[in-house]
């Protein structure tokens, strides 16, 4: 997700010639120097209208062996989940709410090699949303979640697809619909909260 040089030069002064020193230009910043992020900090999200204070953590990719480097700031109450499946690594930052890890609440960003779509070719197309409809700016193509779990009833959500240089990355929201309200705030403050290293850029 860019050295340092001055130039330094030596003049010597002649019978009765004054010399003017000239002050070294300051050393540019390098391209690829990032500033960096600090381990905690505060911030608010908006519950039922209301901004609410939060701390938000620094999650860095590196923790998690990921194939695209980046960092994000996550909520305290969210817990990052490295999972992978053959090729495919993944992070998953789900719900612990009051202390409850809730496993049916997490944002994925699935990580695919970029050989391959990045999204499940098996899905209906017929359901992705226009581009209009899209929710995020970055996103490729995007497709509505909706099922019925057991123990929490309905789940919604959003499957969108995106590009970071030559790698596909797929961002899932998955979460009980009676989860928004509290669910929706976190998971977008991740997502805006985003930086790739490469390039200092967010999504």
């Known amino acids: 997700m860019l050295g340092l040089s001055i130039l330094c030069a030596c003049t010597s002064q002649g019978p009765r010639q004054s010399v003017e020193k000239t002050a070294s230009p300051a050393p540019a910043q390098s391209e690829g120097a990032r500033p960096e992020r600090p381990a905690t900090k505060r ?3 908006t519950l039922e209208g209301d901004a ?3 701390t938000l953590k620094l999650f860095d990719s590196a923790s ?3 194939p695209l480097a980046f960092t994000t700031y996550i909520p305290e109450d969210m817990i990052p989940e490295p999972s992978s499946s053959g090729a495919q690594k993944a992070i998953r930052f789900v719900a612990n709410f ?3 890890h809730e496993e049916e609440a997490y944002l994925e960003v699935l990580f695919d090699p970029p050989d391959t779509r ?3 070719s098996s899905k209906d197309s017929s359901k992705e949303k226009s581009a209009a409809d899209r929710q995020f700016k970055w996103s490729l193509m995007e497709q509505n979640i909706r099922s019925v779990s057991k123990g929490r009833g309905r789940i919604v959500g959003v499957v969108a697809l995106g590009r970071h240089g030559d790698h596909l990355f797929q961002v899932t929201l998955h979460y009980p619909e009676e989860f928004a309200e509290g669910f929706n705030p976190r998971v ?3 997502l805006d909260e985003w930086r790739w290293t490469d390039t200092n850029q967010g999504l």
């Open 118 to 120: 990045g999204a499940d």
């Open 43 to 45: 911030g608010t999200i």
């Open 52 to 54: 609410e204070p939060i």
């Open 64 to 66: 998690a062996s990921l």
């Open 188 to 190: 977008r403050r991740i």
């Open 98 to 100: 009051g202390g409850y």
